[in-house]
């Protein structure tokens, strides 16, 4: 089955006790037992759920994946899978990380280092536990080589765990590609309508998956019922959003492209962009997150992104709606200034979360809000 068949029908079956074509949301704590001990599969709603059950079949099946551990948010699934860390262990990722992913990390024992691809070889030669990375990257949208470098950290006995939430199974599979986790924030274009916080696992490995399914249960980080439920019915439509999501960011990154105002734009899905081939390799889709510096100082980008109409200020993702973001001043506010800089995030630095709406509007959006500052910026004072 191609992937908008199985979003549909895998984990979806028809309620076998009642008929009902949606299955019920199972809101209850603790299940009956036959006789002490004696389980129909479900004790208690903190190590299972037939909610879970359903939406972990489904996850699991869109990544191409054999098991998958849904858990209570992102970074609640981090920590279920951090679990299996030792003190003393250590965990290297690539530049470009989520900045909660990194917050975690530091306050763990664990020795963690943020490094450059090019400083791969020199870290793996000390054999890490994890190599742990996003691609795209947030929120420049840097490509890694997938193959390559879960090819390294092989040999090296290191395990790597893929962030796939930016480009979502619809657009990547890592497993596929030789990645031994894949961790998603499903809060972001899996939900993909914002009124929901999650995160899963998926791996091919046995021993892996017991080991997330326990920690989920003796940490407590199991979603609700309810959150599983809503995220199946948002995964429904996970192939149709995706797509609109990146017909209309290529749309507006075409746009903006040519524009005085923009001095670069981040977009994989632009021949000019540095990792558009390992992406088209790698990815069937290029996703709808698009970064963009224009040339303005910190005061007129602020006085722009404030007065778009149909991008709401707010930070998050993946959702249906069109969002826009300040990475100086929000995401990235605690790093230094000239370490912010070098990073290449500048305070005209704006990522815009581009939803489903009609393309059109999106893009008369930004274009009067650009027309207009460019005459106040044109206006003798
Ligand atoms: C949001 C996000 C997370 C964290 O997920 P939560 O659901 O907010 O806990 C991790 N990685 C990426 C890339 C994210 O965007």
Known sequence: MKFKTR??????EPDAQTGAV????????????????????????????????????????????????????????????????NPGDSVIALKGLYGGTYRFFKNTPISFHVIDVEQIDEYLEQKPAWLLFETP???????????????????????TIIDNTFATPCFQNPLNLGADIVWHSTTKYIGGHSDVVGGALVTNDTNLDEAFKFNRMS?????????????????????????????NAMAISEFLASHPLVGKIYYPGL???????????????YSGMVSVEFNLSLEDTLRLIKNFKLFTLAE???????????????????????ERMEMGISDGLVRFSVGIEDPEDLINDINTQLEKLSMVKAAPS
């Open 7 to 12: 979003a549909i029908h895998i984990g979806s």
């Open 22 to 85: 949606i299955p019920p949301i199972y809101m209850t704590s603790t299940f009956e037992q036959d006789a002490p001990g004696q389980t129909r599969g479900y004790d208690y709603t903190r190590a299972g759920n037939p909610n879970f059950t359903r939406l972990e079949e489904l996850l699991a099946s869109l990544e191409e994946g054999k098991f998958a551990t849904v858990c209570s948010s992102g970074l609640g699934a981090l920590s279920a899978m951090a679990a299996m860390l």
């Open 137 to 159: 990257t947030n929120p420049l949208l840097d490509i890694y080589d997938i193959r390559k470098l879960c090819s390294k950290a092989k040999s090296a006995g290191t395990l």
């Open 219 to 247: 940490i407590g980080v199991n979603p609700s019922p309810f959150d599983a439920w809503l995220t199946m019915r948002g995964l429904k439509t996970l192939g149709l959003r995706m797509e609109h999501h990146q017909r």
């Open 271 to 285: 021949k000019a962009h540095p990792g558009h081939e390992v992406a088209s390799a790698q990815m069937t889709g």
């Open 316 to 338: 998050s993702l993946g959702g249906v709606e069109s969002l826009v973001n300040h990475p100086a001043t929000m995401t990235h506010a605690s790093i230094p200034d000239k």
